[in-house]
């Protein structure tokens, strides 16, 4: 069974950084592709980014490009996302997604995600 574990969101002020991670198990790591996504109340959730299973093409939305980075360590399945510069709109609950289809992966399709981990961003 796929467990996805999302750690290091936090509250901070505007202009400050944070790293999630996200653990797995439960599958061969480096056949996935891997994403992080969020969601605020009342909202669907939404890609932030995404990376293949060899950890190349890096695929960002736009508000985050240039201020997140998303890596992935294969001997250690976990996936990061370096949060830089962070903005009151980038408050939301983080999750990280699994899948071996990139297109039903960046779409927010997969079948497999974390329980989530709440980033809170201060002006």
């Known amino acids: 069974q796929v467990q996805l574990v999302e750690s290091g969101g936090g509250a901070v002020q505007a202009g400050d950084s944070l790293r999630l991670s996200c653990e797995a198990s439960?599958?061969?790591?480096?056949?996935?592709?891997m994403g992080w996504f969020r969601q605020v109340p009342g909202k669907e959730r939404e890609f932030v980014a995404a990376i293949d299973w060899n950890g190349h093409n890096p695929y960002y939305e736009a508000t985050v490009t240039g201020r997140f980075f998303i890596s992935r360590d294969n001997a250690q399945n976990i996936l990061f996302l370096q949060m830089n510069n962070l903005k009151p709109e980038d408050t939301a609950v983080y999750y990280c997604?699994?899948?071996?289809?990139?297109?039903?992966?960046?779409?927010?399709?997969?079948?497999?995600w974390g329980q989530g981990t709440q980033v809170s961003v201060s002006s």
């Open positions: 439960g599958l061969t790591f480096s056949d996935y592709n």
């Open positions: 997604a699994a899948d071996l289809n990139w297109g039903r992966m960046v779409a927010g399709q997969s079948r497999d």
